[in-house]
Nanobody, 121 residues
């Protein structure tokens, strides 16, 4: 089995910073693209950022460009989301996802359980 576990969420003031982490564990042959999504109350889940396997290519939602940065450590099977200059509208549950080859199951998209980020003064 493969598990993705997020950490680093919490309460942060507007203009502050937060760093989310997501570690994959279990039977893992290879990890391709890794993603961060978020879902605010009453809204659909949206893509925040994604990063390719080598970390050379990244994509960001327009709403977070210039403020958030995605990175990964392949030795640790971990993806990060550095959130700077946060705004109240960044409040949401943040989920990580990854395309993982776990061997018997082949390639599959796995999801973490989510971590709450609340931006408020």
């Amino acid at each position: 089995q493969v598990q993705l576990v997020e950490s680093g969420g919490g309460l942060v003031q507007p203009g502050g910073s937060l760093r989310l982490s997501c570690a994959a564990s279990g039977i893992i042959r290879s990890i391709n693209i890794m993603y961060w999504y978020r879902q605010a109350p009453g809204k659909q889940r949206e893509l925040v950022a994604k990063i390719t396997s080598g970390g050379l290519q990244t994509v960001y939602a327009d709403s977070v460009k210039g403020r958030f940065s995605i990175s990964r450590d392949n030795a640790k099977n971990t993806v990060y989301l550095q959130m700077n200059s946060v705004k109240p509208e960044d409040t949401a549950v943040y989920y990580c996802s990854a395309d993982i080859d776990s061997g018997p199951r082949g390639w599959y998209g796995y999801w973490g359980q989510g971590t709450q980020v609340t931006v408020s003064s």
